[in-house]
């Protein structure tokens, strides 16, 4: 099993200009979610999904939209990108609903907005 | 409104010497605990984690965290670190939103171990 995987590893975009970022997981997992990591503020949740079809706002959602049209894919999307979505963003995935649940990590995609 | 804190930001420690990292979170209701690790250039690992039962909760490379609810607390030690735990650590919490299992991260505790 790969696990979660994450493309691209690292982008560098214009402000203004859109991209959108993959996850894949293969552990056949309901949940998935996109986060940010920016320094001294740890992991943030941008948007979820709690099963194919669906997604969710999570705390920081501005500026991103998401999809899930497979159950194994996630994928994050910035329409018109901006300085202050430079960061690090992780996509993580659980099995069930369940709060023990433990979530499983992608390797992180690095993005500079210029 | 619901928060997790880690107070130390970085820690540099000599190779043996003993570690505690701190986390306390602010939430009356009832938690699941995590401490997740990431070392450099990797994702992020789960180390351990608390759901119910004995608050001494034992995880993988020898690390242990203790839940104390009184403190609203969630410490995660280990006796002797090494050079290879050179990493960043993150406290994590869900449960705050009923039925979600959206996790809330601490701002990471940078440990630097020295050979």
């Known amino acids: 099993n790969a696990g979660v995987t994450q493309t691209p590893k690292f982008r560098v975009l214009k402000t203004g200009q859109s991209m959108t970022l993959l996850c894949a997981q293969d552990m056949n997992h309901e949940y998935m979610y996109w986060y940010r990591q920016d320094p001294g503020m740890g992991l943030r949740l941008i948007h979820y999904?709690?099963?194919?079809?669906?997604?969710a706002k999570g705390e920081v959602p501005d500026g991103y939209n998401v999809s899930r049209l497979k159950k194994q894919n996630f994928l994050l999307g910035l329409e018109s990108a901006a300085p202050s979505q430079t960061s690090v963003y992780f996509c993580?995935?659980?099995?069930?609903?369940?709060?023990?649940?433990?979530?499983?990590f992608g390797p992180g995609t690095r993005l500079l907005v210029l | 409104a619901q928060s997790v804190s880690q107070h130390n930001h970085h820690v540099i420690l000599s190779e043996a010497a003993s570690l505690e990292l701190g986390c306390n979170y602010s939430?009356?209701?009832?938690?699941?605990l995590f401490w997740y690790v990431q070392y450099p250039g990797q994702h992020l690992q789960l180390l351990l984690k608390?759901?119910?039962?004995?608050?001494l909760v034992k995880g993988i490379k020898g690390f242990e965290a203790e839940f104390i609810k009184s403190k609203f607390s969630f410490n995660l030690r280990k006796p002797s670190v090494q050079w290879s735990d050179t990493a960043e650590y993150f406290c994590?919490?869900?449960?705050?939103?009923?039925?979600?299992?959206?996790?809330?991260f601490g701002t990471g505790t940078r440990l630097t171990v020295i050979p």
């Open positions: 993580a995935s659980s099995y069930r609903q369940w709060v023990q649940e433990t979530q499983y």
């Open positions: 939430y009356g209701g009832t938690v699941n």
């Open positions: 999904s709690v099963g194919e079809g669906t997604t």
């Open positions: 608390y759901f119910s039962g004995d608050p």
């Open positions: 994590a919490v869900n449960g705050f939103q009923t039925g979600a299992n959206n996790l809330f």
